[in-house]
């Protein structure tokens, strides 16, 4: 099994170079870039069902066999439930709006990382390192909690500002306002980057750093593709409004 680990660990990598670079070049169709040429598609709320479930059935299953269950392991599954439960079974019959179908490409794609991600996570955690009762007192895990809580928290509220727009403008796309809207163009990206950088550190784990580095390599390019669609299709949108880190860029 660690062979498959290793080589899971490789791929992320790997994954995570090669799609920074080409979706900054060709952004991913879904969503406000939905295009045809991609073959067959499915519904939006299926497909975050499928592509999203081998992450919390990876760690639930590798917490279950594993030896090691420690206080510091039992938070570290909790928090990631916390995400992937969400997004999985909760976040995807709860949007509003008209929904969109989804290329069955992106779904096999996403299902295959997921797979992965979930695999490396749940066995790198749960069986080849062990934390101790003195992690929780450690920088790396109180660091690290603090930044997940507060990824999470600002994923989750933009979220559901934009959840509510969809519901209020179904048909169309509006500019988004309020809160963090009025400094970045996608406070859910940068939300969520913080979230998994926090897993990282909080963590201190090779299979976090994998995730956090995919995350951002994935996360990032849309934002600033996002960004630039806002702008080439409001000419009121805001000009002091940065992409995806407040102030910078």
Not at 17 to 26: E, P, T
């Amino acid at each position: 099994m660690y062979a498959v680990y290793r080589d899971s660990l490789v791929l992320i990598f790997g994954f995570a170079v090669f799609i920074f670079v080409l979706l900054f070049f060709v952004s991913a169709p879904y969503g406000k870039f939905l295009r045809k040429g991609w073959g067959p598609d499915i519904k939006t709320k299926w497909a975050w069902l499928i592509m999203e479930f081998p992450s919390p059935a990876m760690m639930i299953f590798f917490f279950i066999i594993s030896k090691q269950k420690s206080v510091p392991q039992i938070i570290f599954v909790i928090l990631w439930l916390s995400h992937y439960l969400y997004r999985t079974f909760i976040y995807p019959f709860t949007q509003s709006g008209k929904e969109k179908p989804y290329p069955l490409v992106l779904v096999f794609m996403a299902l295959v990382f997921n797979f992965c991600n979930g695999f490396v996570n749940g066995y790198g955690v749960f069986n080849l390192t062990h934390y101790t009762l003195q992690w929780l007192v450690s920088w790396q895990f109180i660091t690290g909690i603090i930044l997940f809580a507060g990824g999470f928290i600002i994923n989750k509220i933009s979220d559901e500002k934009l959840r509510r727009l969809r519901k209020e403008s179904p048909q169309e796309y509006v500019i988004p306002q309020g809160w963090l809207f009025r400094y970045i163009s996608s406070p859910h990206y940068f939300g969520e980057i913080i979230e998994w950088g926090g897993w990282a550190v909080m963590t201190w784990s090779l299979p976090g750093l994998a995730f956090f580095v995919f995350t951002f390599a994935n996360i990032f390019p849309r934002a600033v593709a996002s960004h630039k669609w806002y702008k080439e299709h409001f000419s009121d949108y805001p000009t002091d409004r940065k992409a995806v880190i407040p102030y910078i860029l």
